[in-house]
């Protein structure tokens, strides 16, 4: 009863913004909005020389750092893996390196000027370091967060934090190719502060362990949240009532209240009563990086339980390219394989895969599709993370978690057709138990 008491209030609130917009055009003296318009962007880098036959497009997010960064005021935190924002980090001459390098260059201006706060794994071995050294020189506060050491995972997060106020959360690294040569997708929230401020409750989490390389237990509670899978925050989303949350993992990473990413997951999977879409670069029923070999089945088992109880139609599209790892596809051929229309299974599995140019091949780690997002008819989950054990279990990571119900476009019907393009499209291949693998990602 109070949520339906708390959505009517939010499609009032609503509903006084678009009056008020609509009085201001027709009057000499603007008044004065009731709250700020609440806005979520789906954002996304298509790869050079990747076309769609679709009317379905995204503003970039190259573009949308750039937004970001003119609309910071105060302060910038960003919470990421790793830092390759110029030709120079990769020993490449490759001209798409442009818009990494106009990144780091405006993100040096503003750390001059305003606090800037990054937050990034440990570097390891050879990994470049010269962008942090070039920001840390400029004035921004940099700290690294030695997860190996913490949990035998990574810090693998890709968010930005602007004013206390603005959020991005996607699958991008801060990584030129990101922007250019690789396929990625994120949201970003505008005038949202109260979400701004539970993600810089987990940006803040990893603040603490890059000073303390030590996990609390528990947590303090200024790192406790109230907005969950259970009580979501309520807030109007582009006009429209929207219960959202932010989920975040390992579970040891979770202070009081935060819903870990792997339950978000299975409670989305669990809501759908239609349809399960799921696009990431990775999918394996295993502990991916774990010696010895462990095997690995939670997700593998919600999606064939959604499939064979509820008869939820399930679409895997996954990335396939030179660095895919073999073993994952006598596992996605097992999924594949649930499919039986006379017995109502319906759980089908695509290849995406990106074509290069010889001189893209040349390009390392490029050229492929780096999505990491589920979209059910009831709710839009946008997260940085794989999907296989360690991600979960050990890697730190996070998502955004958003239902809207409405006649009207929805962040799920958004995605929805961003899944559907890509589905559809001439890049993508569909999984048979003769597919030619070794031919298909460059194996």
Same mark, same amino acid.
């Given at each position: 009863a109070?949520?339906?008491?708390?959505?009517?209030?939010?499609?009032?609130?609503?509903?006084?913004?678009l009056?008020?917009?609509? %009085?201001?055009?027709?009057?000499?003296?603007?008044?004065?909005?009731?709250?700020?318009?609440?806005?979520?962007?789906?954002?996304?880098?298509?790869?050079?020389?990747?076309?769609f036959?679709?009317?379905?497009?995204?503003?970039?997010?190259?573009?949308?750092?750039?937004?970001?960064?003119?609309?910071?005021?105060?302060?910038?935190?960003?919470a990421?893996?790793?830092? %390759?924002? %110029?030709?120079e980090?990769t020993? %490449?001459?490759?001209?798409?390196?442009?818009?990494?390098?106009?990144?780091?260059?405006?993100?040096?201006?503003?750390?001059?000027?305003?606090?800037?706060?990054?937050?990034?794994?440990?570097p390891?071995?050879?990994?470049?370091?010269?962008?942090?050294?070039?920001?840390?020189?400029?004035?921004?506060?940099?700290?690294?967060?030695?997860?190996?050491?913490?949990?035998?995972?990574?810090?693998?997060?890709?968010?930005?934090?602007?004013?206390?106020?603005?959020?991005?959360?996607?699958?991008?690294?801060?990584?030129?190719?990101?922007?250019?040569?690789?396929?990625?997708?994120?949201?970003?929230?505008?005038?949202?502060?109260?979400l701004a401020?539970?993600?810089?409750?987990?940006?803040?989490?990893?603040?603490?362990?890059?000073?303390?390389?030590?996990?609390?237990?528990?947590?303090?509670?200024?790192?406790?949240?109230?907005?969950?899978?259970?009580?979501?925050?309520?807030?109007?989303?582009?006009?429209?009532?929207?219960r959202?949350?932010?989920?975040?993992?390992?579970?040891? !990473?979770?202070?009081?209240?935060?819903?870990?990413?792997?339950?978000?997951?299975?409670?989305?999977?669990?809501?759908?009563?239609?349809?399960?879409?799921?696009?990431?670069?990775?999918?394996?029923?295993?502990?991916?990086?774990?010696?010895?070999?462990?095997?690995?089945?939670?997700?593998?088992?919600?999606?064939r339980?959604?499939?064979?109880?509820?008869?939820?139609?399930?679409?895997? !599209?996954?990335?396939?390219?030179?660095?895919?790892?073999?073993?994952?596809?006598?596992?996605?051929?097992?999924?594949?394989?649930?499919?039986?229309?006379?017995?109502?299974?319906?759980?089908?599995?695509?290849?995406?895969?990106?074509?290069?140019t010889?001189?893209?091949?040349?390009?390392?780690?490029?050229?492929?599709?780096?999505?990491?997002?589920?979209?059910?008819?009831?709710?839009?989950?946008?997260?940085?993370?794989?999907?296989?054990?360690?991600?979960?279990?050990?890697?730190?990571?996070?998502?955004?978690?958003?239902?809207?119900?409405?006649?009207?476009?929805?962040?799920?019907?958004?995605?929805?057709?961003?899944?559907?393009?890509?589905?559809?499209?001439?890049?993508?291949?569909?999984?048979?138990?003769?597919?030619?693998?070794?031919? !298909?990602?460059?194996?």
């Amino acid at each position: 009863a109070l949520a339906s008491v708390a959505a009517a209030l939010l499609v009032i609130l609503a509903l006084w913004n678009l009056l008020i917009l609509r %009085t201001s055009s027709s009057s000499s003296r603007p008044p004065f909005p009731l709250f700020p318009a609440v806005r979520i962007v789906l954002v996304e880098s298509i790869p050079e020389g990747l076309e769609f036959n679709s009317s379905t497009a995204h503003p970039s997010i190259f573009q949308s750092w750039i937004n970001l960064m003119s609309e910071a005021r105060s302060s910038l935190d960003i919470a990421s893996f790793y830092w %390759t924002l %110029t030709n120079e980090d990769t020993g %490449t001459r490759e001209p798409t390196a442009d818009q990494g390098e106009a990144v780091l260059s405006r993100l040096a201006e503003l750390s001059g000027k305003l606090a800037v706060r990054i937050a990034v794994n440990t570097p390891q071995g050879r990994q470049p370091r010269a962008d942090l050294r070039l920001l840390n020189d400029s004035g921004a506060h940099i700290r690294t967060v030695n997860m190996k050491e913490l949990t035998s995972g990574v810090l693998h997060t890709k968010f930005w934090v602007v004013d206390q106020k603005h959020i991005y959360i996607g699958s991008a690294n801060m990584d030129w190719r990101s922007l250019t040569q690789v396929k990625e997708l994120g949201a970003v929230v505008y005038n949202c502060s109260c979400l701004a401020a539970d993600l810089s409750k987990i940006f803040e989490a990893y603040w603490f362990l890059g000073e303390s390389q030590s996990i609390p237990s528990p947590w303090p509670k200024s790192f406790s949240t109230m907005y969950n899978k259970d009580t979501p925050l309520l807030v109007p989303l582009n006009n429209t009532p929207s219960r959202v949350y932010l989920s975040s993992s390992p579970p040891s !990473l979770c202070a009081a209240g935060r819903t870990p990413d792997l339950q978000s997951i299975f409670s989305v999977m669990e809501d759908a009563e239609r349809f399960i879409y799921v696009a990431v670069m990775n999918y394996l029923p295993t502990m991916e990086f774990a010696h010895p070999k462990r095997y690995w089945a939670d997700i593998d088992t919600q999606l064939r339980r959604a499939a064979y109880e509820r008869r939820v139609r399930v679409r895997l !599209l996954i990335s396939c390219w030179n660095n895919t790892q073999p073993v994952m596809f006598p596992f996605l051929k097992s999924l594949a394989s649930v499919y039986d229309p006379k017995n109502k299974l319906d759980i089908q599995v695509r290849l995406f895969v990106v074509p290069a140019t010889p001189e893209q091949r040349e390009i390392p780690f490029a050229r492929v599709n780096h999505n990491k997002y589920m979209v059910t008819d009831k709710t839009a989950y946008i997260g940085t993370s794989n999907w296989s054990g360690d991600y979960f279990v050990n890697t730190a990571g996070s998502a955004l978690v958003i239902s809207q119900t409405s006649a009207e476009s929805t962040v799920q019907s958004q995605l929805k057709a961003v899944f559907e393009r890509d589905w559809n499209s001439d890049y993508s291949v569909p999984l048979t138990q003769h597919s030619n693998l070794k031919d !298909l990602c460059n194996l």
